[in-house]
């Protein structure tokens, strides 16, 4: 086989192209420090890298899940916090009444004022919100349980179109509103409390038709101890599902710690791996320069002048 002038030069300069290349795709990647830049670089890597992705923006949102999460639990644990107080003080109110001995019907009358405004003040923690959303009254977020001092009643029906019961609450309010968490995993984070609220309402409307003789006020003791035991069984509800959301934000915090170190070692470089391979390549690129030189000698061309 002849072996011409061209042929030497023509693989030379595609050595040297091949070299610039190597040398480029180095600096390329210790510019962005991934290993990869484009799909045809390495499919199977930049495939695992989509995969390692979207399980870390997954557990993006379940930890932005968990977040509504615990603001539904804290702003119901502070109104029923705030429930428990009302009771507290209307329980001190009452016990005051029932004395037949010292109270008079005008200190009944001011106890009266001083309940129907704490019968008010349980009614705004009734109708609390979480965003525009009122966490009280089950799956229906976008009604108040109390309007204009009444509490939505419900419009059930039978065959025939009657309402089945116009005393009751509606069937929604009861029903509990989850949020997922993780796979396969949601959260309860409402308080189906629309009952108790009603029974407490109803018993401050009882405590406010008392007759100026207190007769009466004895026996709502009675109630208004059930209803604060219910209020602190609630509470007590609420700790033990934030005590998971927070079991399961520490599982997430794994969950996402995991997958960014694997998507981290799948794509990305070790820079001193890199600088090194791109010194050596520069100690490469130089010898075939050198050798091109000696390659490439001068021909006749050159001396017609």
């Keep these: 086989m002849r072996i ?19 040398m480029g795709k180095l600096q390329e990647q210790l510019s962005s420090g991934k290993k990869v830049n484009r799909p045809s670089d390495d499919p199977v890597t930049v495939m695992k890298s989509l995969g390692y992705g979207m399980t870390v923006d997954k557990v993006a949102q379940y930890q932005k899940n968990l977040g509504e999460v615990n603001n ?14 009302v009771i507290h003080r209307a329980r001190e109110l009452v016990t005051n009444a029932a004395n037949t001995g010292t109270m ?26 979480v965003g525009d959303k009122y966490i009280f009254t089950g799956t229906m977020t976008d009604k108040p349980l109390y309007d204009n001092g009444y509490p939505q009643l419900s419009t059930d029906k039978d065959a025939d179109g009657n309402l089945i019961d ?9 029903k509990d509103v989850t949020i997922e968490v993780f796979d396969g995993v949601s959260l309860k984070v409402n308080t189906t409390a629309a009952e108790t609220f009603k029974g407490i309402d109803d018993l401050f409307e009882d405590l406010e038709a008392i007759g100026d003789d207190g007769a009466g006020f004895s026996e709502a003791l009675t109630k208004i101890d059930t209803f604060m035991n219910d209020v602190l ?18 599982r997430l915090e794994m969950q996402e710690g ?48």
């Design 258 to 305: 995991a997958a960014k170190k694997q998507r981290s070692e799948n794509e990305d470089i070790d820079y001193e791996k890199v600088i090194t391979d791109m010194i050596t390549q520069e100690s490469i690129h130089r010898a075939a320069l050198s050798v091109g030189a000696r390659i490439i000698q001068p021909s006749l061309v050159d001396f017609l002048r």
């Design 166 to 174: 116009p005393t009751m609450l509606p069937t929604g309010f009861k």
């Design 104 to 129: 008079t019907p005008e200190d009944r009358e001011k106890i009266k004022i001083e309940l129907e405004q704490m019968r008010n003040q349980l009614q705004d923690l009734a109708n609390t919100k």
């Design 233 to 250: 069984t609630q509470r007590a509800d609420i700790g033990a599902r934030s005590n998971r959301a927070e079991l399961m934000n520490n």
């Design 4 to 22: 011409t002038q061209s042929m030497l030069s023509n693989n030379m300069l595609r050595n040297v192209m091949s070299s610039y290349s190597k």
């Design 72 to 85: 539904w639990l804290d702003s119901s644990d502070d109104a029923l916090d705030g429930v428990g107080k």
